[in-house]
């Protein structure tokens, strides 16, 4: 039986910190090489992957191809620069979806 992973991606500063908690980290310099590692660790085995909203704000066509998709779930977490907002709204749009009314 296969094992699941976990990675984090987005910025350098973002990303090392969660090295110590045992997540695979892969930071990327840009959106377009975060584009493709996305796309990259999604063939993978990895269940979840933790990325950037900053680099998601500039990948957003690759983010909902998967949104659907039961593997990997893709978690948005702020970046060194502080949150944007987009990963707070994502949950309440899928708690909106999954009980039909915005209770947050």
Same mark, same amino acid.
Request: aromatic share 6%; charged share 25%.
């Given at each position: 039986?296969?094992?699941?992973?976990?990675?984090?991606?987005?910025? $350098?500063?973002?990303? *090392?910190?969660? $090295?110590?908690?045992?997540?695979?980290?892969? !930071?990327?310099?840009?959106?377009?090489?975060?584009?493709?590692?996305?796309?990259?660790?999604?063939?993978? =085995?990895?269940?979840?992957?933790?990325?950037?909203?900053?680099?998601?704000?500039?990948?957003?066509?690759?983010?909902?191809?998967? $949104?659907?998709?039961?593997? !990997?779930?893709?978690? *948005?977490? !702020?970046?060194?620069?502080?949150?944007?907002?987009?990963?707070?709204? =994502?949950?309440?749009?899928?708690?909106?979806?999954?009980?039909?009314?915005?209770? *947050?």
């Amino acid at each position: 039986m296969s094992k699941y992973r976990i990675a984090v991606l987005g910025d $350098k500063d973002s990303v *090392l910190g969660f $090295k110590a908690l045992g997540l695979d980290v892969f !930071p990327a310099e840009t959106v377009e090489e975060a584009k493709q590692t996305l796309h990259q660790l999604a063939k993978e =085995n990895y269940a979840v992957i933790y990325l950037t909203e900053q680099y998601a704000a500039g990948m957003t066509a690759e983010v909902a191809r998967y $949104k659907d998709e039961l593997t !990997p779930a893709i978690i *948005l977490i !702020p970046g060194k620069d502080g949150s944007l907002g987009i990963g707070m709204a =994502n949950v309440k749009s899928a708690v909106e979806r999954a009980v039909g009314a915005d209770i *947050l």
